[in-house]
T-cell receptor
Framework: EAGVVQSPRYKIIEKKQPVAFWCNPI?????LYWYLQNLGQGPELLIR????????DSQLPKDRFSAERLKGVDSTLKIQPAELGDSAVYLC???????????FGPGTRLTVL | KQEVTQIPAALSVPEGENLVLNCSFT??????LQWFRQDPGKGLTSLLL?????REQTSGRLNASLDKSSGRSTLYIAASQPGDSATYLC??????????FGPGTRLSVLP
């Protein structure tokens, strides 16, 4: 069974540029999560989807971040415009339901210059 | 606000030792607690999930316990191996509203 797929694995952009990350969850998983992880710290939840509905986006900086999960499968996280402080690893995870075991993708490492 | 801490921040042991990693959380109103492993530059790998009604879970050389009333969980690793070297993170699910991670314990097992 394929795991959570993320692309790209690495992205380097200049500040003020837009960037997008893509995630394909494990087949059949209704819940999808986007996390941000800074070096030496645990992941921080940005947004959680139950099917196509965002059930928790309280930690998402909505002035520059947006996310969507069309048709309740794949998801895209976008930053526009990117700032220097956005440099981090962006992780996607999925689970069968809201309180089930989470499975993580390899992450996208973003560097903003 | 739920806070999760992990002690120690880093640990170095010789191969073969048994070891314990600690995780503490401030709010006992949790659905479950999950332990993960993270290798450098990689995503997280789920190790064990303990539901709030359970006291412990075991998988191979790993045993995780949960004491909700005291806000503590421990991960026990038996007969450690160099391949166990990684960062271990615990995370609590707050009644399906949020998922809060600790900062992790960086483990080095020396051959």
């Amino acid at each position: 069974e394929a795991g959570v797929v993320q692309s790209p694995r690495y992205k380097i952009i200049e500040k003020k540029q837009p960037v997008a990350f893509w995630c394909n969850p494990i087949s059949g998983h209704n819940t999808l999560y986007w996390y941000l992880q800074n070096l030496g710290q645990g992941p921080e939840l940005l947004i959680r989807y139950e099917n196509e509905e965002a059930v928790d986006d309280s930690q998402l900086p909505k002035d520059r971040f947006s996310a969507e999960r069309l048709k309740g499968v794949d998801s895209t996280l976008k930053i526009q415009p990117a700032e220097l402080g956005d440099s981090a690893v962006y992780l996607c995870a999925s689970s069968l339901g809201l309180i089930d075991e989470q499975f993580f993708g390899p992450g996208t490492r973003l560097t903003v210059l | 606000k739920q806070e999760v801490t992990q002690i120690p921040a880093a640990l170095s042991v010789p191969e073969g030792e048994n070891l314990v990693l600690n995780c503490s959380f401030t709010d006992s109103a949790i659905y479950n607690l999950q332990w993960f492993r993270q290798d450098p530059g990689k995503g997280l790998t789920s190790l064990l999930l303990i539901q709030s009604s359970q006291r412990e879970q075991t998988s191979g050389r790993l045993n995780a316990s949960l004491d909700k009333s005291s806000g503590r969980s421990t991960l026990y690793i038996a007969a450690s191996q160099p391949g166990d070297s990684a960062t271990y993170l615990c995370a609590v699910d707050i009644y399906g509203q949020n998922f809060v991670f600790g900062p992790g314990t960086r483990l080095s097992v020396l051959p």
